[in-house]
T-cell receptor, first 116, second 109 residues
C-alpha cells in the first residue's frame, strides 16, 4: 500500500493559464475525492467519483473546474483560465465504499497551486 | 445549510490532557471523523464515530452526541509532536465530507 499519490507537489503558473493535477488513489479504493484547502481553513469538498462515475460535481467552484477518472483508477483535476483566487492546496483522497456504512478517507500530500 | 464549528486555537502543556470540541449542523449525517494535520502535510485519520458514545484509540478518544450535534476529541499525555491542526469532518451520507475550520493546537514544554 503506497498511499494516495499526487503530482505535481507544487505548480506555479501565470494567471490565465490552464493547469492539470493528477491523483493516484490507493489501489483497492473505489472512491476518489477532490478538495481545496486554503490557509487556516479545513478542506472544502469539490467532487467525487465512485469507480469511473462522477457522482457529485455541483460543488466544483465554477465551470472552469473539471475532473475526470476515465478508467476508474487515477483522476485528473483541471482548472482552465486560472485566476489569483485559485491559489490553494488541492487535496485528493480515496476510500473503499463497500455499499453501506463508511470508511475513512485517506489523503494525498496535495498539490500547491500558486498563481502569479 | 452546512455548518461546523471548532475553536480556532488551543494551547496545552506537555503531559496534560486537552479536549477539542466540535459542533455541527449538516443536512445529512453518516458519521463524524477526526483528522490530524501537521503544517504542509496531508490530513491523517485519527478517529470515527457513527453511534453516540466514546471511542478510544490509545492516547486519543472521541465522543459523539448526535442529538446535540456535538463531538469532542480528547488527547491524553500530550507530546510535543501533537502540535498540529485537528479537523472535525461530518460524513454527509457518503457524498462528501464537510470539514470544520480546524483547531490549531500548540503543545508547550
Amino acid at each position: 500500500d503506497t498511499g494516495v499519490s499526487q503530482n505535481p507537489r507544487h505548480k506555479i503558473t501565470k494567471r490565465g493559464q490552464n493547469v492539470t493535477f493528477r491523483c493516484d488513489p490507493i489501489s483497492e479504493h473505489n472512491r476518489l475525492y477532490w478538495y481545496r484547502q486554503t490557509l487556516g481553513q479545513g478542506p472544502e469538498f469539490l467532487t467525487y467519483f465512485q469507480n469511473e462515475a462522477q457522482l457529485e460535481k455541483s460543488r466544483l467552484l465554477s465551470d472552469r473546474f473539471s475532473a475526470e477518472r476515465p478508467k476508474g483508477s487515477f483522476s485528473t483535476l483541471e482548472i482552465q483560465r486560472t485566476e489569483q483566487g485559485d491559489s490553494a492546496m488541492y487535496l485528493c483522497a480515496s476510500s473503499y465504499f463497500p455499499g453501506q456504512g463508511n470508511q475513512p478517507q485517506h489523503f494525498g500530500d496535495g498539490t500547491r497551486l500558486s498563481i502569479l | 445549510g452546512q455548518n461546523i464549528d471548532q475553536p480556532t486555537e488551543m494551547t496545552a502543556t506537555e503531559g496534560a490532557i486537552v479536549q477539542i470540541n466540535c459542533t455541527y449542523q449538516t443536512s445529512g449525517f453518516n458519521g463524524l471523523f477526526w483528522y490530524q494535520q501537521h503544517a504542509g502535510e496531508a490530513p491523517t485519520f485519527l478517529s470515527y464515530n457513527v453511534l453516540d458514545g466514546l471511542e478510544e484509540k490509545g492516547r486519543f478518544s472521541s465522543f459523539l452526541s448526535r442529538s446535540k450535534g456535538y463531538s469532542y476529541l480528547l488527547l491524553k499525555e500530550l507530546q510535543m509532536k501533537d502540535s498540529a491542526s485537528y479537523l472535525c469532518a461530518v460524513d454527509n451520507y457518503g457524498q462528501n465530507f464537510v470539514f470544520g475550520p480546524g483547531t490549531r493546537l500548540s503543545v508547550l514544554p
